[in-house]
Each structure stands twice: as structure tokens, then as C-alpha cells.
């Protein structure tokens, strides 16, 4: 094989629950995670140049090292023991960047099963994990997909029931947020609302799309509302609108909701267009 093309899908909180700082400071997670049908597609090809070469068609982008995909490169050529003889990595994004949509981990999920493949190195899900977590920690959940709980950093996953079938409303205000910066602003021991994680586990085990969407709820969103009111001004139309649920995606400042009904979502999407330029429809069907 001298070519591979795959598609990287974006993710999103359905929740997300901080339970404790740890002492090497990374947090403790709770979270329920959902992909979506929002994708950079990646196409990775074989050269003789010696070099992992990365292109983007986003400018502000970093090629080098600094991207993930490209660490993610690296790392699979050192784990799999294979000598570089040469890739020109492309990635045409359509996920907003740092936007809690995983993006970055995401493409380089997708690099690394994109290489075992074009390689045929045949390593197994569970080591392209481990070896996503040393990248980052969505990483290894980006390679799983479909609808998980992730405990631990986020890299300890348990498939959960498939979410049904159901239409995304996704907002993007560009707004600039620090994923660092709201994670230190978090305050465990003054945190109001928490997730009904359990719950949510009931209501995808009967199916009950209306039972999820209701407790969608994510620790960081106060963080993040209070600095950027649109956050809450977009949830807001979604629920006016008639979604089931609205909430934010990782650390922000994306927005999305549930809908079962399609025209309705495109109703919300109308008018949310009035206020962000970045809004996405987008249907789940169970697979
Ligand atoms: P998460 O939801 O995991 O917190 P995010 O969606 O908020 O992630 P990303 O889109 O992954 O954020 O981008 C975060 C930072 O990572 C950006 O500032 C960007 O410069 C850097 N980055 C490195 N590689 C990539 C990549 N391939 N795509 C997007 N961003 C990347």
C-alpha cells in the first residue's frame, strides 16, 4: 500500500465530571464521550524523503512538531521499530481548532491507525491506545469512537450504549479559550452542579434519547460561561428551540445540543447562524 485517506470525527462531552486533582495535577475524569460526523480527513502517502512531512489547510497551524499529528507520526515509527523512509502527511480540517472538539487528538488518532494500516503492522487496538495516551489523553478515546464513558485522565474507556438515533446542533463562537486556564480556575470544593453520570448510563441502556439529553451538564461550562456570556446565549436559543439538551464540549467554547426533530434543529440552526459563523448540523444514527 502506497496511500491511505481516513477521516478523523470530532467528539463530544455528553458529560463531563471533574472528581479530584491529583497530585502530578492532572484531573480525575468522568465523562460521557460521543463522536460526531464532524471529520478532517487525513491522507497519508508514501515518499522516499527520509522525513515525516505535514501539510494543513489551516495557515495559523503548526507543521512541525508542535502538531499533534505529526508527534503522533513519530511516536508510531519509534514504537513499531520501522526506520522513517519518508510521508507527507495531509490534513484538510473541518473541525474548528481549539474549539473542545478534540481536533488535535483526533488527527493524530487518526494518524496512527492510518500508519499501522498503511504499514501493515498489525498492531492491536489496546497498543495504539497506550500508545495515544503517551500523546494525549482524548487520544485513545478518538481511536475507539462510538459512545464511551472515560474514567481516569480520560484513557481508561468502557463502551457504553450507542446513543440513538438523533440530529446535533453544534455552535462555534470564536472566542478564544486556555483548556489550562479553566482547569486552574477550577474550584472542586465549590462546584454547584455535577453530571448524574449513573443516570445518564440508564437512560442510553434504554434508549431513552430525552433521558440523556436532560442530563447533559459539564463542570467546566461556569468557568468558561463567565468570561464568554455567549456560551449560555447560544444554550439558551437551542433550548427556545425545542432541543432536549444543551451543553458545552470539553474545556469550550463549543456549544451543542440534542434534537429529535429535524426541522427543528434546522429552525435553531437559522437562527444561532445570526449570531456565530461556525454552526454545524449534524445527524447521529445508531450504528
Ligand atoms: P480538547 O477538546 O481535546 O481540549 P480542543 O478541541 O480544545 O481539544 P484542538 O483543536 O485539539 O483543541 O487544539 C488545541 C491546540 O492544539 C491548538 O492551539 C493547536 O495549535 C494545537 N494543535 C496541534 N496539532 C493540532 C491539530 N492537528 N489540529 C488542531 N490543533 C492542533
Known amino acids: 500500500m502506497e496511500r491511505i485517506v481516513l477521516d478523523a470525527r470530532a467528539k463530544l462531552n455528553l458529560s463531563l465530571d471533574v472528581l479530584r ?8 475524569m ?57 510521508i507527507n502527511i495531509k490534513i484538510h480540517k473541518r473541525i474548528p481548532v481549539a474549539a473542545g472538539l478534540a481536533g488535535g487528538s483526533t488527527d493524530a488518532a487518526g494518524v ?19 500508545l495515544g495516551k503517551t500523546l494525549g489523553a482524548d487520544v ?27 440530529t446535533f446542533v453544534l455552535a462555534h463562537p470564536s472566542v478564544a479559550v486556555s483548556t489550562k486556564y479553566v482547569f486552574q480556575r477550577l474550584d472542586l470544593s465549590r462546584v454547584k452542579y455535577r453530571p448524574d453520570t449513573k443516570g445518564m448510563k440508564q437512560a442510553l441502556e ?37 432541543a432536549l439538551g444543551a451543553a458545552m464540549s470539553g474545556s469550550g467554547p463549543s456549544v451543542f445540543a440534542i434534537f429529535s426533530d429535524e426541522k427543528k434543529a434546522e429552525e435553531c440552526a437559522a ?15 445508531k450504528k
Open 112 to 130: 496512527l491507525k492510518a500508519l499501522n494500516t498503511l504499514h501493515d503492522t498489525g498492531m492491536t487496538t489496546e497498543e495504539l491506545c497506550r
Open 21 to 28: 486533582r491529583r497530585e502530578d495535577n492532572y484531573h480525575e
Open 206 to 242: 434504554k434508549g431513552d434519547l430525552g433521558g440523556v439529553a436532560r442530563r447533559m451538564l459539564n463542570v467546566l461550562e461556569p468557568i468558561t460561561s463567565a468570561n464568554h456570556k455567549i456560551i449560555g446565549e447560544l444554550e439558551n436559543i437551542m433550548l427556545d428551540f425545542g
Open 271 to 285: 437562527e444561532l447562524k445570526k449570531r456565530v459563523n461556525d454552526v454545524f448540523i449534524v445527524p447521529h444514527k
Open 30 to 86: 468522568l465523562m460521557v464521550m460521543q463522536d460526531v460526523d464532524i471529520y478532517d480527513t487525513i491522507s497519508i502517502e508514501k515518499t522516499d524523503t527520509g522525513r515525516i512531512r505535514l501539510m494543513t489547510n489551516v495557515d495559523f497551524l503548526p507543521t512541525d512538531e508542535r502538531n499533534l499529528a505529526s508527534r503522533a507520526a513519530d511516536a508510531f515509527y519509534k514504537a513499531a521499530g520501522i526506520p522513517v523512509e519518508g
Open 140 to 166: 485513545p478515546y478518538c481511536i475507539l469512537g462510538g459512545t464511551a464513558l472515560a474514567e481516569g485522565i480520560g484513557e481508561i474507556l468502557t463502551p457504553l450504549p450507542t446513543l440513538p438515533d438523533c
